[in-house]
């Protein structure tokens, strides 16, 4: 079993920039895929950005180019670097780590949640 605890939400202007970090603990070897996901108020959880166990990327057209997730070698720490942000990023963000790449192709009930980090961008 993994747990997975994320830290660096905050609240920016808009344009700003910030580095989400998400901390994996246990079983880490046995992670597969590692995610970002984000649940702005009203709307559904999307998947945003993921890698998978050998480094392959993938991110939703609506990050792309802005957002940047990357790891350690060990696995037990992955990190969301986001550039140029919008006030429609403003969102609760949470890692996730399951079996599938990308891993919002994943079933509900095959990921792995963290707890969340806000953040808030202001225009």
């Known amino acids: 079993q993994v747990q997975l605890r994320e830290s660096g939400g905050d609240s920016v202007q808009s344009g700003g920039s910030l580095q989400l970090s998400c901390a994996a603990e246990?079983?880490?070897?046995?992670?597969?895929?590692l995610g970002w996901f984000r649940q702005a108020p009203g709307k559904e959880r999307e998947g945003i950005a993921s890698?998978?166990?050998?480094?392959?990327?993938f991110y939703k057209d609506s990050v792309k180019g802005r957002f940047t997730i990357s790891r350690n070698n060990d696995q037990t720490i992955f990190y969301l670097q986001m550039n140029s942000l919008k006030p429609e990023d403003t969102a609760m963000y949470y890692c996730?780590?399951?079996?599938?790449?990308?891993?919002?192709?994943?079933?509900?009930?095959?990921?792995?949640w963290g707890q969340g980090t806000q953040v808030t961008v202001s225009s």
């Open positions: 996730a780590s399951g079996p599938c790449s990308p891993l919002w192709t994943c079933p509900a009930s095959r990921k792995n």
């Open positions: 246990g079983d880490t070897n046995s992670i597969y895929s």
């Open positions: 890698i998978a166990r050998l480094g392959t990327t």
